[in-house]
């Protein structure tokens, strides 16, 4: 049985068409792509530069309007929101980790993760506690008291995983968040990253370019000028490696990486 079968996806992509420029500078980013993903899984995208997944990864959070083509979230087609209700949105069931972590230099690491409660209106008490437990997660619970410039790489990007999960959110957008660290860093975060997947049940979209990471992933995803031809599950599910030619006729309809056990 294909896992659409019995669990429905929680990000769907249809028919998604960018670029950038006009007319004759016009360059194409994406062609008539299609994808699903599904709650518990850490999907991996990758390719090389000007593949199109940083677009693609954009698009699928809610941060850039495609020129065509649809998105939903947990069953929202968000491009038919309002500017104010997808901002509301975004901030109720999504998370973001950036590669370049976003940290206050006068915020405390607490102080980082608490910031997102305050401006939901939390008290503060129950905030800090929160924003403890969230950093204790991450293995920061020594931590806590230092500001960025006091962290490593590694643990200022753990204390971005700590805020971008301190809303609980059911669907967790990562941007090359490992480009900054060395191999033992690198390990910690996308261990982390996939086991939020697990135990939150969250969706996690990844976009990296990373070899190293693919051994923690469920799910890899490789794109090639704005077309997906490789959806593979290392572990024995039934992804398929495409020829850029198949790629091609598989991504101007509904693309059939999304099934699986």
């Not at 008490?125 to 920061?140: H, K, M, N």
């Not at 070899?211 to 992804?239: C, F, K, W, Y």
Request: with cysteine; hydrophobic share 40%; net charge neutral.
């Amino acid at each position: 049985m294909n896992r659409s079968d019995a669990i429905a996806p929680s990000v769907s992509a249809s028919g998604l068409v960018h670029g950038y420029g006009k007319g004759a500078a016009r360059t194409p980013v994406l062609h008539q792509l299609s994808l699903q993903f599904w709650p518990g899984e850490l999907s991996l995208m990758m390719g090389a530069s000007g593949s199109g997944k940083s677009t693609l990864l954009a698009i699928l959070s809610g941060l850039l309007h495609p020129e065509s083509g649809s998105v939903s979230l947990l069953d929202t087609p968000i491009w038919n929101l309002t500017e104010r209700e997808l901002e509301r949105f975004r901030f109720q069931h999504c998370g973001y980790v950036f590669q370049n972590f976003n940290l206050f230099p006068a915020l405390t690491a607490t102080e980082q993760v608490a910031l997102p409660l305050h401006f939901a209106g939390v008290r503060e008490t129950q905030a800090r506690q929160r924003a403890e437990a969230a950093l204790d997660e991450v293995g920061l619970s020594g931590r806590m008291g230092l500001r960025p410039a006091q962290l490593s790489g590694g643990e200022k990007q753990r204390v971005a995983i700590a805020r971008a999960l301190i809303g609980s959110p059911k669907v967790l957008f990562a941007d090359e968040p490992t480009s900054a660290l060395d191999s033992a860093n690198s390990e910690i975060v996308i261990a982390l990253l996939q086991k939020i997947a697990k135990t939150h049940g969250a969706t996690v979209i990844t976009v990296t370019h990373d070899p190293r990471l693919t051994r923690h992933a469920e799910r890899i995803i490789r794109l090639q000028d704005g077309m997906v031809i490789e959806d593979s599950r290392p572990n024995g599910t039934d992804g398929a490696a495409l020829s850029p030619a198949a790629g091609i006729a598989a991504t101007g309809t509904q693309h059939s990486t999304g099934n699986h056990p």
